[in-house]
């Protein structure tokens, strides 16, 4: 039993063996002076009182031993405790130095749960994330990458993580088990393929770590979607086929890019989304839905039924079960 108590004491941090010896040394010598002069100290307490101040040299005076033996005790506290206190708080300094370079260099792990992970560091993500912090709303947000050297914004619930995200470790370490969503971006130092192949590598690892996790996969290639949908991606954005479709509708509709760019800003906060069509709304038409809708300040867009979303359908279309509604809301 005494063995196991000493294996496990060796086991602790450095911090926590340091803090244990001088609760046992205060303690100790409190209870020691309290016995070997109880008329000064009537107390064991006023003994602890007596030895915190003693060892922290602070020296208040209102406790003082009187006799030869009460004398060397204070002596012994005072060479035995100026030295345990200063430890002390020098691993104390020390931990906080090594918990904050931990912090900026990406070494340290996240034990949180319900986060979002982001994978990759780009300005599209700088943008991403300063949008997804907004006043009122905390998110845990955690960022993987192994370019960066530090931490590249600093803030309350913002972890970084430096490592290779194709690594079960790297990924231990951001608790990815426990994460609600992961964000895989487009590695832009590589070629569009090999970018992608990345990408879909890193999304079988993740979703070997926790199958249940929402995926978002950024996607440059057409030729590999069906693979990342393969691998288990919930949503992909084609960012090179997003971009040609505003490049398209510029040319043939001179300020449309100014305009959807205003419209998505707009959107932030999650204002445009899906829901599923309620009990209410089952059998009614697209536009009796819409004037439905419109009374509650949500403008219904579009229908999503199965694999197929339906922008700006006919207005008889009838709304069914299990379809889900695009709208904006006000």
Same mark, same amino acid.
């Given at each position: 039993?005494?063995?196991?108590?000493?294996?496990?004491? =060796?086991?602790?941090?450095?911090? /926590?063996?340091?803090?244990?010896? !001088? &609760?046992?040394?205060? *303690? +100790?010598? $409190? @209870?020691?002076?309290?016995?070997?002069?109880?008329?000064?100290?009537?107390?064991?307490?006023?003994?602890?009182?007596?030895?915190?101040?003693?060892?922290?040299?602070?020296?208040?005076?209102? =406790?003082?031993?009187?006799?030869? /033996?009460?004398?060397?005790?204070? !002596? &012994?506290?005072?060479? *035995? +405790?100026? $030295? @345990?206190?200063?430890?002390?708080?020098?691993?104390?300094?020390?931990?906080?130095?090594?918990?904050?370079?931990?912090?900026?260099?990406?070494?340290?792990?996240?034990?949180?749960?319900?986060?979002?992970?982001?994978?990759?560091?780009?300005?599209?993500?700088?943008?991403?994330?300063?949008?997804?912090?907004?006043? $009122?709303k905390v998110i845990d947000i955690i960022l993987i990458d192994e370019s960066l050297e530090k931490n590249p914004m600093p803030?309350?619930?913002?972890?970084?993580?430096?490592?290779?995200?194709?690594?079960?470790?790297?990924?231990?370490?951001?608790?990815?088990?426990?994460?609600?969503?992961?964000?895989?971006?487009?590695?832009?130092?590589?070629?569009?393929?090999?970018?992608?192949?990345?990408?879909?590598?890193?999304?079988?690892?993740?979703?070997?770590?926790?199958?249940?996790?929402?995926?978002?996969?950024?996607?440059?290639?057409?030729?590999?979607?069906?693979?990342?949908?393969?691998?288990?991606?919930?949503?992909?954005?084609?960012?090179?086929?997003?971009?040609?479709?505003?490049?398209?509708?510029?040319?043939?509709?001179?300020g449309v890019s100014d305009a959807l760019l205003a419209m998505l800003v707009d959107l932030k906060g999650c204002k445009l989304?899906?829901?599923?069509?309620?009990?209410?709304?089952?059998?009614?038409?697209?536009?009796?839905?819409?004037?439905?809708?419109?009374?509650?300040?949500?403008?219904?867009?579009?229908?999503?039924?199965?694999?197929?979303?339906?922008?700006?359908?006919?207005?008889?279309?009838?709304?069914?079960?299990?379809?889900?509604?695009?709208?904006?809301?006000?």
């Amino acid at each position: 039993m005494f063995a196991n108590v000493v294996t496990s004491f =060796f086991k602790r941090s450095i911090l /926590a063996k340091i803090i244990s010896i !001088v &609760l046992i040394v205060i *303690i +100790g010598f $409190g @209870i020691l002076i309290h016995i070997i002069e109880p008329e000064s100290f009537p107390t064991i307490f006023d003994g602890i009182w007596w030895a915190i101040v003693t060892a922290a040299t602070v020296g208040y005076g209102d =406790f003082v031993p009187v006799s030869t /033996a009460g004398r060397v005790v204070g !002596v &012994l506290l005072i060479f *035995i +405790g100026v $030295g @345990i206190v200063t430890r002390y708080f020098a691993a104390i300094s020390t931990s906080t130095l090594v918990t904050q370079n931990a912090y900026i260099e990406g070494t340290s792990a996240f034990t949180g749960r319900k986060h979002i992970v982001i994978i990759g560091w780009n300005e599209r993500v700088r943008e991403t994330i300063s949008l997804l912090q907004t006043p $009122g709303k905390v998110i845990d947000i955690i960022l993987i990458d192994e370019s960066l050297e530090k931490n590249p914004m600093p803030a309350n619930h913002f972890h970084f993580i430096k490592g290779n995200p194709t690594h079960d470790a790297t990924l231990n370490q951001a608790n990815i088990k426990d994460a609600d969503m992961v964000l895989i971006t487009a590695d832009q130092s590589k070629d569009e393929v090999q970018a992608d192949m990345i990408s879909i590598l890193t999304l079988l690892a993740i979703k070997g770590l926790n199958p249940d996790i929402y995926s978002i996969v950024e996607i440059l290639t057409t030729q590999q979607v069906n693979n990342a949908k393969r691998g288990g991606a919930d949503e992909i954005i084609q960012t090179n086929r997003v971009s040609s479709l505003v490049m398209v509708n510029s040319i043939l509709s001179h300020g449309v890019s100014d305009a959807l760019l205003a419209m998505l800003v707009d959107l932030k906060g999650c204002k445009l989304q899906f829901f599923e069509a309620t009990f209410d709304l089952i059998g009614l038409t697209f536009q009796k839905s819409n004037e439905t809708l419109l009374k509650e300040g949500k403008l219904l867009i579009g229908i999503k039924r199965a694999d197929d979303i339906i922008i700006n359908p006919p207005l008889a279309l009838e709304i069914r079960k299990n379809d889900h509604l695009l709208i904006i809301k006000n």
